[in-house]
């Protein structure tokens, strides 16, 4: 684990700059997907930046909702700049629905722009498992492996590099796979499907996953309930004509 890079008198703080750099990465990803399937790319940049905004206040009010007692105690975390507390499930369901409300607004054809925006989701998971890694946040479950790490006084499973791995694959079926040329949002669906995929099965190596009532975990619901609409939406649009170009 490496949180902190002392470069002389300055501390980096790593994972924040990975999931900076995340991001950067993943805007240039979709604009020049966008661009590639006929779309406005500024009109894309500027519908991934209210989803941004969304996200990360979505992401942080999951995290409370999940932990009532921490933030009632401590109320002034709710703007803590700390990628440890913030809900990936919370954060998508805002960013997707403050994306879906901009689009509209901003008049984007609904397919093609989920195209386009297909490569950045796998990325920014990719960002924050590597992000996680560094931190040593979203830890695994202790584990006597070859490549099990030491954390915590435990050596564990590196859940986050389980989770690198399935983003990684998931971004490079989205920009090589048979569908790269599609407009009809299969790309789309097929990431949101292989990272609820993911999660589901690498949830069970996570050593700080919410349990619910039932030892039901919190993550593997979400992504079940992701799968479960992944798949409805790709049965769906595989069928379906190509939209035509916007203007």
Request: hydrophobic share 55%.
């Given at each position: 684990?490496?949180?902190?890079?002392?470069?002389?008198?300055?501390?980096?703080?790593?994972?924040?700059?990975?999931?900076?750099?995340?991001?950067?990465?993943?805007?240039?990803?979709?604009?020049?997907?966008?661009?590639?399937?006929?779309?406005?790319?500024?009109?894309?940049?500027?519908?991934?930046?209210?989803?941004?905004?969304?996200?990360l206040v979505?992401?942080?009010?999951?995290?409370?909702?999940?932990?009532?007692?921490?933030?009632?105690?401590?109320?002034?975390?709710?703007?803590?700049?700390?990628?440890?507390?913030?809900?990936?499930?919370?954060?998508?369901?805002?960013?997707?629905?403050?994306?879906?409300?901009?689009?509209?607004?901003?008049?984007?054809?609904?397919?093609?722009?989920?195209?386009?925006?297909?490569?950045?989701?796998?990325?920014?998971?990719?960002?924050?498992?590597?992000?996680?890694?560094?931190?040593?946040?979203?830890?695994?479950?202790?584990?006597?492996?070859?490549?099990?790490?030491t954390l915590?006084?435990?050596?564990?499973?590196?859940?986050?590099?389980?989770?690198?791995?399935?983003?990684?694959?998931?971004?490079?079926?989205?920009?090589?796979g048979p569908?790269?040329?599609?407009?009809?949002?299969?790309?789309?669906?097929?990431?949101?499907?292989?990272?609820?995929?993911?999660?589901?099965?690498?949830?069970?190596?996570?050593?700080?996953?919410?349990?619910?009532?039932?030892?039901?975990?919190?993550?593997?619901?979400?992504?079940?309930?992701?799968?479960?609409?992944?798949?409805?939406?790709?049965?769906?649009?595989?069928?379906?004509?190509?939209?035509?170009?916007?203007?």
């Open positions: 684990m490496l949180p902190v890079l002392q470069i002389g008198p300055v501390a980096v703080q790593l994972p924040g700059l990975v999931i900076l750099a995340g991001v950067w990465l993943a805007v240039l990803l979709v604009e020049r997907r966008a661009v590639q399937l006929g779309q406005n790319a500024e009109a894309v940049s500027g519908l991934i930046f209210s989803g941004l905004v969304a996200g979505g992401a942080r009010l999951g995290h409370a909702a999940q932990h009532p007692a921490a933030y009632a105690a401590d109320p002034w975390a709710l703007i803590a700049l700390s990628p440890a507390t913030l809900s990936a499930e919370g954060g998508l369901a805002a960013a997707g629905l403050a994306a879906l409300i901009d689009g509209q607004r901003r008049r984007l054809s609904l397919r093609p722009t989920l195209e386009a925006l297909a490569p950045g989701g796998p990325l920014l998971m990719a960002a924050v498992s590597l992000a996680n890694f560094l931190s040593g946040d979203a830890f695994g479950t202790p584990a006597e492996l070859p490549w099990a790490v915590w006084g435990a050596r564990r499973h590196p859940a986050q590099l389980y989770e690198l791995t399935a983003a990684l694959l998931a971004l490079a079926f989205v920009w090589w569908w790269r040329a599609s407009r009809r949002g299969l790309n789309f669906t097929a990431s949101v499907t292989l990272l609820a995929a993911g999660r589901g099965v690498l949830e069970a190596f996570r050593g700080d996953s919410v349990i619910w009532a039932g030892g039901w975990r919190a993550g593997q619901l979400a992504a079940l309930a992701l799968l479960a609409a992944g798949l409805w939406l790709l049965r769906h649009w595989m069928g379906a004509p190509e939209p035509e170009t916007t203007p």
